[in-house]
């Protein structure tokens, strides 16, 4: 039996599972939610191929989860991230519950991403289920990483610099694969000014308002499409009362780069701004939050790989693209590791309220994971062990 016959044989187990997870809820803000999941996916976990698993405390933030499937002692391990945070609020399971209508799952967090939790832990019982599992594997999921993962960035790089490869189970793109993402900044603007009576004294005072909105003006020229740098000040505070000129304002600026050079100059000229008016004091902080995943030639072997295995197991046609979005991926393909990404559900609508996944897929992207765990890999770290065994 193929992976892709069990998983179509189990198809409806999926589908119980994703309702669950759904069900579930997890904003990453709020700690106990996450803290419930985390405890309950470990549980999960532990069920399938009896691998150690870790439930990772934080004060900081939710707890992440770290399962370990051990495998020849010799062979790097194949690293699998996800996250089960979600940007939805606590409660929003009541207005959009799970359903399934017309082929597509709706529900907070469906796409980005339970489904993909759902599809890897169902690849790996497949992978047990044929008795295919050739090396060690590690699956990290994470509770923040819709906040930028402050708290769970360190792990996933640590465990990703043992790895021979690791694999996203973040959504596709139209069923594509992701072999680079832009950089993420994100960086806040304060601009300190003079209070003053908006009446009586309308020229004593200094508009903190004033000196941002001419800030915010600096940054947007920013902008080059051309370069594929975009900078938007996302969003923007100011002043306590409409007869006071302003003496405080903030902002929020959100960077993307194609490339981490890029991010890096952008960084700098946003670190340099310099008040417009002598009288207003700019503080800027913030900086790259995730470095811009370069499609490295690492990255594109892999990727050719993938798609030699999907053709020839799965008849499948793969494609892919560079995604505009950040992902946990990007610091693992950051320190010279290949990454897979984008091998999570086909769908679309991620954070919006027409989020949804199409069920038929899954079975289909379950099975391609499962033949990527199973499979040899094109990998620098695969032809070190073919030679060592050689």
């Known amino acids: 039996m193929t992976f892709l016959e069990y998983l179509q044989g189990r198809h409806n187990e999926m589908l119980a599972d994703l309702r669950t997870f759904v069900e579930r809820e997890t904003p990453s803000d709020h700690k106990p939610a996450c803290d419930a999941f985390a405890r309950f996916l470990a549980e999960h ?28 002692a010799n062979e790097p391990p194949i690293l699998l991230v996800g996250h089960f945070d979600t940007v939805w609020p606590h409660g929003t399971i009541a207005q959009i519950p799970f359903s399934i209508v017309d082929g597509k799952a709706r529900g907070p967090g469906v796409y980005d991403m339970k489904a993909g939790l759902v599809q890897g832990c169902w690849a790996i019982r497949a992978l047990f289920a044929a008795g295919s599992q050739r090396r060690p594997m ?53 601009v300190a000014g003079r209070a003053s009576h908006a009446g009586s004294e309308p020229y004593a005072g200094v508009s ?58 952008l960084a700098g000229r946003i670190g340099a701004l310099q008040p417009q008016n002598t009288d207003a004091r700019v503080i800027v902080t913030g900086g790259v939050n995730r470095p811009a995943m370069e499609r490295t030639e690492t990255i594109a072997r892999l990727f050719e790989r993938a798609r030699e295995l999907a053709a020839g197991e ?12 950040g992902s946990d991926g990007s610091f ?59």
């Open 208 to 265: 903190a308002i004033e000196e941002l909105a001419r800030q915010t003006l600096a940054l947007h020229a920013m902008n080059d499409k051309d370069r594929g740098i975009s900078v938007n000040v996302g969003t923007f505070h100011g002043g306590t009362r409409r007869n006071v000129v302003a003496a405080n304002a903030i902002a929020q600026v959100d960077t993307r780069t194609l490339t981490n050079s890029d991010a890096d100059e």
């Open 138 to 190: 590690v699956m990290i999921c994470n509770s923040d990483e819709e906040l930028g993962s402050l708290s769970s960035r360190a792990l996933i790089e640590d465990e990703a610099r043992k790895a021979e490869a690791v694999l996203v189970l973040e959504p596709a793109k139209g069923g594509a694969l992701k072999t680079a993402r832009k950089s993420v900044g994100i960086f806040t603007i304060e």
């Open 314 to 325: 799965l008849g499948m046609a793969l494609d892919e693209i560079s995604a505009g979005g």
């Open 45 to 72: 976990l532990r069920g399938i191929g009896n691998p150690s698993v870790e439930i990772v405390r934080r004060d900081d933030a939710g707890d992440h989860v770290v399962a370990r499937w051990p495998g020849p």
């Open 332 to 390: 693992c393909a950051a320190l010279g590791i290949p990454v897979l990404d984008g091998l999570g559900a086909v769908g679309d609508g991620a954070h919006a309220l027409g989020e949804h996944v199409i069920v038929s897929e899954m079975p289909l992207r379950a099975a391609l994971v499962a033949t990527l765990l199973a499979a040899p890999l094109d990998t620098p770290a695969a032809r070190t062990a073919a030679l060592r065994a050689g």
